[in-house]
């Protein structure tokens, strides 16, 4: 009895401390997917050795290959190999919870300034802020991903296909044809061969039941928190690369076919996460409020969190369904192949998602000079993101 009580107390120590790092880490983790890479290596790997270098840079390699949130799944998966599901969910909710219910409170951002009868003007320079955002993140990927005549094609078959065919169903499709495209041009022999898994399938049957189950649900009641869930569990299993890559998606559907928000609400939101720490997938929960607000506020909290779950379960679910088998699946070459497309893609959608927001943002000098302002501070690696959100605000207030 005496032992069983020793082994409790020491598995809780041990989850308190793992979980205390990854909320130091959630606090410091600025910029996106590769800005938190660098997080995690100063924290979980050389400040507390968790796991080593090379075993964070598998991890990232398996995220990178599933959609879904890559550097949530990434901290997600290092829960796992410490402690298992409930340590990963844990992880989950330390490393998003808090600015997920930031972001729920920002979607009260609008009702809030008019009730106070305070000019929304204030706010109209966080949109060419956020294009600035987007402008450099595409520039990034960009690089990383256009590494032959092959992505080039890709890269700007995504943009030019998006730029004219603003549907829902064209974002993945154009994903599934970069990945197609780049498996059956590639000159690497052998992407496909035979390996032994033994993957826990109950976590797979529940992602499933949920994608089909949600869209069925959809499409039978017309209830706005159920359209919510659904359209964001379908952006956290059709999108890979991180929020960047779903904010076109998200625009696409949210502004443009179902006219939930505004542009400039929109560009607001994804703005006012820039200058926050966490995952860029918290954006949803603003979203998901602003989308259901007109169904009054226990409904636009109800909107937030359908949102912020609907947008990070298929990550979690993927995470216990692949990570157990992982040894063997990354052994597979045409799953890391087949990537290669997918990021060209995801490239060009980035790219010319900023060209049409700046466009509907408005093309004027202010706004020029506010884009370029943030893509130059940006470029530097100078000034913090949060300093640059700050600037956009007094400067709009002011001005």
Not at 90 to 113: D, G, H, I, N, R
Not at 208 to 231: C, K, P, Q, T
Not at 373 to 382: E, F, P, R, Y
Request: aromatic residues 12%; positive net charge; contains cysteine.
């Amino acid at each position: 009895m005496r032992r069983s009580i020793d082994v409790n107390q020491q598995r809780a120590v041990t989850y308190s401390s793992f979980l205390k790092d990854v909320f130091i880490c959630s606090l410091g983790a600025y910029g996106g997917p590769e800005a938190h890479y660098g997080v995690f290596t100063d924290q979980l790997v050389i400040k507390k050795n968790y796991i080593s270098e090379e075993e964070l840079v598998e991890l990232i390699a398996l995220c990178s290959i599933l959609p879904g949130p890559t550097s949530t799944q990434t901290i997600v998966a290092i829960g796992y190999k410490k402690g298992g599901p409930l340590l990963a969910l844990l992880t989950m909710l330390v490393w998003a919870l808090p600015v997920l219910l930031l972001m729920t409170l920002l979607s009260f951002l609008y009702q809030f300034l008019e009730s106070r009868n305070i000019s929304q003007e204030g706010l109209r320079y966080i949109g060419p802020m956020a294009v600035g955002f987007i402008i450099v993140a595409a520039y990034r990927i960009g690089r990383k991903v256009v590494t032959d005549k092959v992505t080039v094609a890709l890269l700007f078959f995504g943009g030019i296909t998006t730029y004219f065919i603003r549907e829902a169903w064209v974002f993945p499709a154009v994903l599934i044809v970069g990945g197609i495209v780049s498996v059956l041009t590639t000159k690497e022999k052998a992407l496909w061969h035979t390996v032994k898994l033994n993957p826990p399938w109950k976590y797979i049957t529940a992602f499933v039941v949920l994608a089909i189950g949600s869209m069925l649900i959809a499409a039978v009641w017309d209830n706005r928190i159920i359209n919510i869930f659904e359209a964001f569990y379908r952006y956290g299993y059709l999108v890979f690369g991180g929020g960047q890559v779903v904010v076109p998606v998200m625009h696409s559907e949210l502004v443009q076919v179902n006219q939930y928000m505004t542009n400039q609400e929109f560009l607001t939101g994804y703005g006012l996460v820039q200058g926050l720490p966490g995952p860029m997938f918290s954006f949803s929960a603003y979203a998901g409020g602003m989308a259901a607000r007109d169904y009054g506020s226990i409904n636009q909290i109800l909107g937030a969190a359908a949102a912020g779950i609907g947008i990070f379960l298929p990550g979690l679910l993927l995470i216990y369904f692949i990570y157990p088998v992982w040894e063997g699946l990354k052994r597979i070459k045409g799953i890391k192949v087949s990537l290669k497309g997918i990021g060209a893609v995801a490239g060009g959608l980035i790219s010319v998602s900023a060209i049409i927001l700046m466009q509907r943002s408005g093309i004027s000098l202010d706004n020029f000079s506010i884009m370029l302002i943030t893509m130059l501070l940006l470029l530097t690696k100078k000034v913090p993101a949060p300093l640059i959100v700050l600037f956009a605000l007094i400067t709009g207030f002011v001005i």
